[in-house]
């Protein structure tokens, strides 16, 4: 990175708005090497214009794609990003992935083997004394008894090459500025990775979003507007779109400041595969304090943060030499190689955006636009690919026809407080992994006060390289509380402190990686759903900062649980999936899965009735108990005459012990579950349906989709 990136960095940091070129109709731009005009066109409307090709752009539009909705991608960087960035995916986000074509199964086979991530490590030195190490895997987590897929460690930019080539794959096209596939060359189709191209101004009118985008052009800046239904920011924690359309955040700025190192080093990466493998490592050194990311070991590629406080600090006291010289005071010796990749500053953040749906719900913020989280916990980019599996399935139904545009309303309503949530979690995570310093002597709390006074306070008074020297002498004061004369078992001081850190790592009371109950079990309380009565909404759960084993359970707005089935056919090797293998990964269908009862076969053939009256897919899943052993499939096509789309399927029980189907979601055998095409419980009901199935399914269809419920046979023709 060159010194003008390095300046333009640290402007960011000191709050400089970045620039936002507006054009209005008709201008042109005069300057001496750049020409800017609108090019007019008879463009098409798009269906969808994503601003972003990040992870939750790039998944949104695959989800789309295969629900059938065109979408073009818009990106205002010229080639995709190699910086690792975020790299822990969760539960909930696998098992999104594992829909789509393959890709849960390419990021198991090519992420490190668990052994080498799965522990976080305090240390003096990487080569040094530990002051202890976490285990962040329990065995439960890889049994598959609440999921049928692991989490994995796996890099950013190593996930955004596998999403680009499953949009390939789906006829993407990825397009430059300076190519001849261009914008300014043919109109959009759809299907486009548009590279190069920047939003620069958005306008909603009632029937589109115009966004005028700006791309250069052999050296000219040119400038076009693309029409679309509905435009999805996805452009990241800075979001243009955010801005444009004057949405502000709430919450906590500026948590803390880091320099982010990206280097290799196969030297580094041996020794830590040999001696101590782990995913982070936290260094406390009378030197140097930092975080170790390890992206990959046995490619020896790390990312290490160190805490940054400018202005007394910049980004010339991290120069690669510099870098070099620090990397090596935290590893404890020097490496023989060592090649550093990037060095970047940014900004911790707890913020949420104020809404996530826009105009006439045409604009909509997802992924980091709509709230940035410190990255405690890997709830960043999670939070986000889940924003964009709720999404996918309404814009589709939408666009389809099938429901009205306050669909897309839920989306905010019910995503918007998990991302609160998620917030709130993650700051407790964060000031859990603060704990583990401050128990060393090294409260960053202090060191954040020391800096605020000789920034704004009395030290703001002094010259520049003074107050440098005066932050620098505190910080190297307050490290020598990690020599070894203190930092002992025969010294009362470092003992206790020791004991103390020994307690916080036992009671699990330092920074956590998974966080199974939230990352599987969270629930939307209001939204395309309808709750199990009309009482008041329960006040939010309150995050615990703990982890917490996941528990099953069936209640509206919950994602459904997962057990293990056998699929009844007239082949002679039956298929075993997991009941989220049920829902549909290529169109836009609900699921009602019953037991095989005459009362749910009645609802169901209400469900399919409603259903078609309401132009939605709906399949119907008998799910049958593990003792059955004959007259399965006769019963169920013989039932549901003339409806075929229906599954049987028969439960399999892990042990003896293990809970029935009906048992797990806590309901009778009587009961019925009606699932979203995003795997999310829609509608319950944990016995049999008191009165007539018909006006039942109607009430619940209605009430999901927007519909209003009189209207429901002819509900297409008035969207």
């Known amino acids: 990175m060159g010194l003008s990136g390095f300046i333009r960095g640290l402007n960011f940091l000191h709050g400089a708005k970045p620039r936002i070129r507006v054009h209005p109709s008709g201008y042109i731009q005069r300057g001496v090497s750049s020409h800017s005009k609108i090019l007019n066109s008879n463009d098409s409307v798009l269906p969808v214009l994503v601003v972003g090709a990040g992870p939750v752009g790039l998944v949104l539009s695959i989800l789309l794609t295969k629900f059938g909705v065109k979408c073009t991608v818009l990106e205002k960087n010229k080639g995709f990003s190699k910086h690792p960035q975020a790299h822990f995916i969760n539960n909930r986000t696998m098992e999104v992935f594992r829909k789509l074509d393959g890709l849960a199964e390419e990021i198991q086979r090519s992420q490190p083997p668990v052994d080498f991530w799965r522990k976080f490590i305090y240390c003096t030195s990487l080569t040094g004394p530990m002051l202890g190490s976490v285990d962040h895997m329990h065995p439960r987590d890889f049994e598959k008894i609440v999921s049928p897929i692991s989490v994995a460690h796996f890099s950013q930019y190593k996930l955004t090459r596998l999403l680009v080539k499953l949009l390939e794959n789906l006829g993407f096209q990825i397009c430059t500025s300076e190519g001849p596939e261009g914008l ?20 909603m009118t009632g029937q589109c979003v115009t966004a005028t985008v700006s791309f250069s052009k052999e050296g000219k800046l040119m400038t076009k507007k693309i029409q679309s239904k509905i435009l999805v920011g996805a452009d990241g924690a800075g979001s243009t779109v955010r801005k444009l359309v004057g949405i502000d955040l709430k919450g906590e700025k500026d948590l803390q400041k880091l320099v982010s190192v990206h280097f290799l080093s196969n030297d580094l990466g041996r020794y830590l595969l040999n001696e101590r493998p782990g995913m982070l490592f936290f260094i406390f050194n009378t030197e140097a304090i930092g975080v170790l990311v390890a992206h990959d070991l046995k490619r020896g590629e790390f990312v290490l943060q160190v805490p940054f406080y400018p202005p007394q600090q910049n980004l010339e006291d991290f120069n690669p030499e510099i870098c070099k010289k620090l990397i090596y005071k935290l590893v404890g010796r020097e490496l023989s190689d060592i090649d550093v990749i990037d060095i970047k500053p ?31 916990g890997g709830f960043g980019m999670n939070t986000g690919i889940q924003d964009a599996h709720n999404l996918a399935w309404k814009i589709a139904s939408l666009l389809n026809r099938v429901t009205p545009s306050s669909l897309l309303a839920t989306y905010e309503t019910e995503r918007k407080p998990i991302a609160i949530f998620n917030t709130a979690l993650s700051v407790q995570n964060f000031r859990a992994a603060m704990a583990v310093p401050a128990t060393l002597g090294l409260d960053p709390a202090v060191a954040n006060s020391v ?46 402190r020791l004991a103390k850190l020994r307690h916080i790592f036992e009671e699990g009371k330092s920074l956590q990686l998974q966080f199974p109950a939230e990352d599987l079990g969270f629930r939307y309380l209001e939204g395309a759903l309808v709750p199990d009565s009309k009482d008041p909404v329960p006040a939010p759960e309150v995050p615990t900062g703990r982890r917490r084993d996941f528990v099953p359970c069936a209640d509206p707005g919950s994602r459904l649980p997962h057990m293990t089935v056998r699929v009844l056919s007239n082949l002679p090797s039956e298929e075993t999936i997991s009941t989220l293998d049920l829902v549909s990964a290529d169109k836009v269908e609900f699921l009602l899965i019953i037991a095989p009862v005459d009362e749910s076969y009645n609802l169901a053939q209400a469900a399919f009735k409603v259903a078609e009256e309401c132009k939605i897919s709906t ?14 499939q006769p019963g169920s096509k013989l039932t549901l005459a003339p409806w075929k789309n229906y599954i049987d399927v028969i439960e399999v029980q892990r042990s003896s012990d293990s809970l029935s189907w009906w048992r797990t979601c806590q309901m009778t055998d009587k009961g019925s579950l009606l699932v979203r095409p995003d795997e999310h419980i829609a509608w319950r009901s944990k016995s049999s349906v008191v009165g007539d199935p018909y006006s039942e399914m109607k009430m619940v269809f209605s009430t999901i989709l927007g519909i209003e419920s009189t209207n429901i046979r002819n509900h297409a023709l008035n969207i």
Not at 184 to 203: A, F, K, N, T
């Open 184 to 203: 300014d060359h043919e109109p959009l189709r759809g299907r486009e990775i548009l590279m190069g191209h920047e939003c620069v101004s958005v306008e």
């Open 346 to 376: 940014w900004m911790m953040h707890a913020e949420v955006a104020e809404k996530f749906v826009c105009g006439n719900n045409q604009v909509i913020l997802a992924g980091d636009a709509a709230h940035r989280f410190p990255p405690a």
């Open 451 to 496: 800096h605020q006074v000789i920034t704004k306070g009395v030290g703001s008074i002094l010259p520049p390289g003074l107050q440098k020297a005066i932050l620098d002498g505190i910080f190297s004061i307050g490290r020598s509380q990690l020599s070894e004369f203190i930092l002992n078992e025969n010294n009362p001081l470092g003992s206790s």
């Open 619 to 632: 399949k119907v899943c008998v799910i049958w108990p593990a003792a059955t052993v004959t007259g399965v």
